[in-house]
């Protein structure tokens, strides 16, 4: 028997973000809809987020985001590779997505 695909959501907005804090709402929203076909994991780092997947029955790990400065995002555009392998292998949050098993990941940050 074939494994459903996993999708982990990143959820890191705050309310007080207004446009951008709706839209992760509304993309949380409709993966509800799909939790027949896939596992579906958020990957939350603040309170809001954690009372939400509650409240809507998803499993949450509480896991907040590493953020990356212009120089850093510069260096990981020219070497790819190495970026990818430093994301997946040497940073918490990618040793989570490992562990779990992640097919798909969307994020919604800020």
Known sequence: MRRRKKIGLVLVTEPQLGGTHQYACLVASILLNYRDKYEIVALCS?????????????????????????????????????????????????????????????????
């Open 46 to 110: 603040n309170t809001f987020w954690m009372r939400w997947c509650k409240k809507n029955g998803l499993r949450y790990i509480r896991r907040s985001w590493e953020e990356y400065m212009d120089q850093e995002k510069e260096w990981a555009i020219r070497h790819p590779i190495m970026n990818y392998l430093y994301c997946n292998y040497m940073t918490p949050s990618g040793n989570v997505l490992r562990k779990e098993k992640i097919d798909l990941l969307i994020c919604c940050l800020q």
